[in-house]
């Protein structure tokens, strides 16, 4: 069983950055392709970026393209959301999901998620 745990979020002000970070256990993540996603208040939770299983493949939701960079360390365990020039908009609660294999993409039904952490900007 892979567990997921993030780390990383807090209060920024627009503009600013934060880098967020998911800790895998139970199993290697060499073979699982990590995305994350969000839910803004009010809203349904989102896709929002991807790193495939090799690591050497992405996929971004449009808002967040230039912004946002996903990654994985296999030899850590870990996968990573650099967020940069953040907006009012990027407020959510951000999760850590994991897929086996490929690239997740939105419509993807990811087998493992973590629990959050709550991602603040403010003006």
């Known amino acids: 069983q892979v567990q997921l745990v993030e780390s990383g979020g807090g209060l920024v002000q627009t503009g600013g950055a934060l880098r967020l970070s998911c800790a895998v256990s139970?199993?290697?993540?060499?073979?699982?392709?990590m995305g994350w996603f969000r839910q803004r208040p009010g809203r349904e939770r989102e896709f929002v970026a991807s790193?495939?299983?090799?690591?050497?493949?992405?996929y971004y939701e449009d808002s967040v393209k230039g912004r946002f960079t996903a990654s994985k360390d296999d030899a850590a365990s870990a996968a990573y959301l650099q967020m940069n020039n953040l907006k009012l908009e990027d407020t959510a609660i951000y999760y850590c999901?994991?897929?086996?294999?490929?690239?997740?993409?939105?419509?993807?039904?990811?087998?493992?998620w973590g629990q959050g952490t709550q991602v603040t900007v403010s003006s």
């Open positions: 999901a994991a897929a086996e294999g490929g690239l997740m993409v939105p419509t993807t039904d990811p087998a493992y």
């Open positions: 139970g199993r290697s993540s060499s073979m699982l392709s």
């Open positions: 790193v495939s299983w090799s690591g050497r493949s992405t």
